[in-house]
Structures are given as C-alpha cells and as structure tokens.
C-alpha cells in the first residue's frame, strides 16, 4: 500500500537529524539498547539449545548434543568474524567535517580511554558502522594525536628518514628565501620552474630516506588503532565544559 504525500510533512536533512539525536543523547540510547536486544537474543538461543541438549540427551546419542552445541558456538564465532570483517569496507571519514576538529579535544582518560565496561564487541554490522563513524566525529583530535606519536617513533626507528624530512623541510624554507630574495614573484616562469625543481628534489630525498615508509607506517598502525577502538568503544554521553554561574 502506497502512501500519499503529504504537503505539511518535514522533511528534516540527515546531519540535522543526527545533531539532533547526539545533542539529545539518543545515539547513546540507541547503542546501548542494541546490545541488550543481542545479549537477549544470544542467552535466550543458548538457553534454548540447552533445552535441546536435555532433550537430545535422552532419546539421542551425545554426539547430536556436542553437534548443536558446535552449531551454535561456530555460528556465533562467524558471525563475530563477519563483524570484523565489515570494518574493511567502513569508510570512518564519511561524517566528518572541519568542526570536529574544532572542539575540545576529549580528556584521555575518562572520555577517550573510559572503564573496562565502555568497551563491548559490536553486536551487527550496523552497530559497528555507528560506532566508528560516531567516534571518529567525538575523538578525531585524539586519533590525530596518536598519528604524531606513532610517526615520531618511526622517525626514531628510522633515523634516515628523519634527516629526510630535515633536509626537505630546510629545501622549501630554501625556496621561500630564494624567492623573496630574488624577487621571483614578478617572473612567474621562472618561480614555476624553480618550484618544480625544488618538488622533483623533494620527492627525491623522500625516497632515498625512506621517508614514505615512516608515513605509511604511522598511517597503518594509527589506522587500525583508530578502527579497533572506535568499533569497540560504547557511545557514552560526552560531558560538556561546565560554565561559570551568571551573577
């Protein structure tokens, strides 16, 4: 059965929507509810298949009870499996946007880190990709943070590529002080070649400081870091600054 439109119907964009359910708390509901329902869902069908084992049991060899009970946990163990496997094709940068980065970066210890009981397997796909898309919008400073610290100790690992960043960073300061030195605004042929000489140069010593392996490997590991915590991580209620008492 179709349903008319109706003219005075709203029709409410969906990043004011979700604004809407994060300022009203609803996506922490939300998160919070689904994994009761899985928790339910999994006592209940494991409860059930005890039943059948008692059942089984009497008029059945064990084997047929150690089978259901195999059924179950290899179900359960794939299910999780596909979980995992679902946050390959997660995009977490979906939602995000210039004023994440903005804000307050959350404390470390209470808001990013949490108690042991902040932490809970995703129960479905869905619940995965709200997570890591809602997370990556709350903590997005501190993945960044993580980044830099994981570079800096791939530069440390990696002194070579340390003097390459050095060396490519003391080339463009190089470049700026040619440039307003020489005047090289007014002649923009020649500042165009001069800037695609230093660039080649760059990319050259990059290379042979293995300067993009330092980068990759920060990327990598910042990455599953990111996707590990942010899937794992409950949406809880980010406590906002407390203001000072109008007189």
């Not at 999994?42 to 059948?52: D, G, P, Q, R």
């Not at 100790?153 to 030195?181: E, H, M, N, T």
């Not at 330092?214 to 980010?238: D, E, N």
Request: aromatic fraction near 12%; glycine fraction near 4%; include cysteine.
């Amino acid at each position: 059965m179709a349903f008319s439109a109706n003219p005075l119907a709203l029709s409410v964009p969906d990043p004011t929507f979700e604004s809407w359910l994060r300022d009203s708390g609803y996506l922490e509901i939300l998160d919070q509810r689904t994994s009761d329902l899985h928790r339910i869902s999994t006592a209940a069908a494991a409860a059930a298949a005890t039943v059948t084992n008692s059942n089984s049991t009497t008029a059945d060899p064990p084997s047929v009870a150690t089978a259901v009970n195999g059924g179950f946990f290899l179900s359960n163990v794939l299910n999780q499996i596909g979980i995992l496997l679902s946050l390959l094709t997660i995009n977490p940068f979906s939602k995000l946007t210039n004023e994440d980065f903005s804000r307050d970066t959350p404390p470390w210890t209470l808001g990013f880190i949490g108690y042991l009981d902040s932490y809970s397997f995703p129960s479905s796909r869905s619940q995965a990709r709200m997570r890591v898309t809602e997370n990556n919008k709350r903590y997005c400073r501190n993945y960044f943070t993580l980044f830099i610290i994981f570079f800096a100790c791939s530069l440390y690992q990696l002194p070579i590529a340390l003097v390459g960043l050095v060396s490519s960073l003391a080339l463009w300061d190089l470049f700026a002080y040619c440039v307003k030195r020489w005047g090289l605004d007014n002649h923009p042929v020649a500042r165009e070649c001069l800037l695609r000489l230093v660039q080649c140069a760059t990319a050259v010593i990059a290379f042979a400081c293995s300067v993009q392996t330092a980068v990759l490997y920060a990327l990598g590991v910042s990455y599953a870091v990111m996707m590990v915590h942010a899937s794992f991580r409950k949406l809880t209620p980010i406590k906002q600054p407390t203001k000072g008492k109008h007189k």
